[in-house]
């Protein structure tokens, strides 16, 4: 390298090198990719929807195409997405939890442009087919989210969590103050809906879910440990009631929320949160609450790399 090369041959070599490398990371280890904030704050998007469209079909029967429609962009409308049969104060608080992320939903779209909403499949089979994996048998009859307040809680404890862990995830990754400022204020509310949800809950946690005679503490525990087996990295999720060793300060069973040895809450990359929610355990296959897969730079990197696909456009 030594010999007489001009500091302009010099710099496009590097250019090059630098591109051979970038395309070795894009062919080879997608897990190193390195995110800009826009990707990163578009991702959580796709969890916005999806939770925007469960509590507002819960509570009120009808989604964003009446709420909020200019926020769909066009995007279609969720697949068997139902009002529950809820009491009151479920209600009232799952009405509260939908218009919050109709507002994070707003406030993503006020930082960064975006995407139409994708395509969702909130039917009660896709929750069923969780609960069957969740328990690793058929539930009879299946498990139908918006039977009642506590099917529709459960159901609950799978969504927000997850939008929670994505969220400190993407914290440490973010460049500039203002992407910092949106993500502690979205997490900040997520997490506010993951603890309301996991304390209802825990009021229950030995009440006996219908028909199945398998408590409310046994379902979340057994949530939990799906989601940490999909999402393969270890024990990032934790049930209601868990052994002394994982409670806060390794001193107590009863775990109303979820946190490392410190009792910090635990983080996922997009690929982890990928693998949950397509419940495939592989970001690359889509299904379950996605059946096209989510959108954004981040998730379609991985459907573009994958020709079995038959949706993916
Ligand atoms: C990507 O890199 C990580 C960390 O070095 C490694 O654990 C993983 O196996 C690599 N993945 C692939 C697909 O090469
Ligand atoms: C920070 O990121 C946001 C979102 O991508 C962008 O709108 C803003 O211009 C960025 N600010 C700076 C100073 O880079
Ligand atoms: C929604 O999911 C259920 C259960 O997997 C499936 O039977 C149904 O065909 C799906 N609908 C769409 C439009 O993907």
Same mark, same amino acid.
């Given at each position: 390298m030594?010999f !007489? ?7 496009s070599?590097?250019v ?8 070795l990371v894009? %062919? ?5 990719t ?8 578009? =991702?959580?998007?796709n969890l916005?929807?999806l939770e925007?469209?469960?509590f ?8 964003l195409?009446s ?12 697949v068997?997405?139902r009002l ?17 992320e109709?507002? !994070? ?5 006020n930082?960064?442009?975006? =995407?139409?909403?994708p395509?969702?499949?909130?039917s009660?089979?896709v ?12 539930? !009879?009859p299946?498990f139908d989210?918006y039977?009642n307040d506590i ?6 404890y799978?969504?927000?969590y ?9 914290n440490p990754?973010l460049q ?7 993500v502690?204020?979205?997490? &900040? ?13 825990y ?6 879910v219908?028909?199945y005679?398998?408590?409310?503490v046994? =379902?979340?525990n057994?949530?939990s ?5 999909? &999402?393969k990295?270890g024990v ?5 009631v868990?052994?002394?060793w994982?409670? %806060?300060?390794?001193k107590i069973?009863?775990n109303?929320?979820?946190g490392d ?26 299904? &379950? ?12 990197s991985y ?8 949706n993916?456009?």
């Open positions: 030594a !007489h090369d001009t500091p302009t041959s010099r710099t070599m590097s090059a090198f630098l591109s051979f490398l970038l395309m894009r %062919a080879n280890n997608a897990s190193i390195v995110y800009n904030d826009k990707d990163l704050l578009e =991702f959580p998007l916005e929807f925007a469209e469960f507002l079909f819960g509570a009120l029967g009808r989604g195409d709420v909020a429609p200019e926020l769909t962009e066009g995007g279609p409308p969720p068997g997405a529950a049969k809820l009491g009151f104060l479920v209600r009232d608080i799952i009405l509260q939890f939908a218009l919050q109709v507002g !994070h939903l707003r406030a993503i779209r930082t960064v442009r975006g =995407f139409p909403r395509m969702l499949n909130l009660k089979e929750f069923g087919e969780v609960m069957n994996n969740v328990f690793g048998r058929r539930l !009879h299946p989210p039977a099917n529709y809680l459960l159901a609950s799978v969504i927000p997850v939008g929670l862990t994505g969220y400190v995830g993407a990754l500039n103050f203002t992407s910092k400022a949106l502690a204020g979205l997490l &900040g509310v997520e997490s506010g809906q993951d603890a309301v949800i996991r304390t209802l809950l009021e229950r946690r030995e009440v006996l219908e028909p005679g398998v408590s409310v046994e =379902f979340t057994r949530i440990k799906l989601r940490n087996k999909l &999402g990295k990032k999720d934790e049930g209601l868990v052994p002394k994982l409670g %806060a300060e390794g069973e009863g109303v929320l979820a040895k410190y009792s910090l809450a635990y983080g996922r990359s997009p690929e982890e949160v990928l693998r949950i929610v397509y419940g495939t355990g592989d970001e690359h296959r889509p299904g &379950g609450f996605y059946p096209r897969g989510a959108d954004g730079r981040i998730a379609k459907l573009s790399n994958n020709l079995n696909l038959p993916n456009a």
